[in-house]
């Protein structure tokens, strides 16, 4: 028998261990999956540049991961990944309760992060990841310049 993508998905998908107290529990419902604040702010950069974009959504419909803002017909993806969530080499942070779980939740976004790259850029994406630390003008004028440029390219 065949394992599917999904079977593999699910196969390595971590137990969550119980909050190691309430307010630990009330922090991660309080984390947003979506329209961040600095998700926010990066799209409102955006937009000022006079760039239109769809906002987490597939890029591929076969791939089953949403991209923070997406240019369709630029093929270019942004990711805006969370310092903690992602593993950032200057602000991540080592969780004191429930240390093994964490340290195996990050390093497997980090693995699906890499995954990812690699499938959008064989279907001939542009992948662009910004951390949410990043200056959001800075950031803006990057996708401005990569979106403008492969814009021209497929016309």
């Known amino acids: 028998m065949q394992i599917t993508s999904k079977q593999e998905e699910n196969k390595r998908t971590i137990r969550v261990p119980p909050p190691s107290s309430a307010a630990a529990l009330r922090r991660m419902q309080a984390a947003k999956p979506k329209d961040t604040v600095p998700e926010i702010t990066l799209r409102s950069a955006i937009h000022r540049r006079g760039l239109r974009y769809r906002v987490d959504t597939k890029p591929l419909n076969e791939l089953n991961r949403r991209a923070d803002i997406v240019f369709r017909s630029a093929k270019v993806a ?72 492969r814009a021209e390219q497929t016309s």
């Open 78 to 149: 942004v990711f805006v990944d969370g310092c903690f969530w992602h593993g950032c080499p200057i602000h991540s942070t080592q969780a004191k309760a429930n240390a093994e779980f964490w340290h195996a939740k990050i390093k497997q976004n980090q693995e699906r992060d890499v995954d990812t790259n690699k499938r959008l850029a064989e279907a001939g994406w542009k992948v662009i990841r910004v951390w949410e630390h990043e200056d959001p003008e800075e950031a803006s004028n990057k996708i401005y310049e990569i979106v403008k440029k």
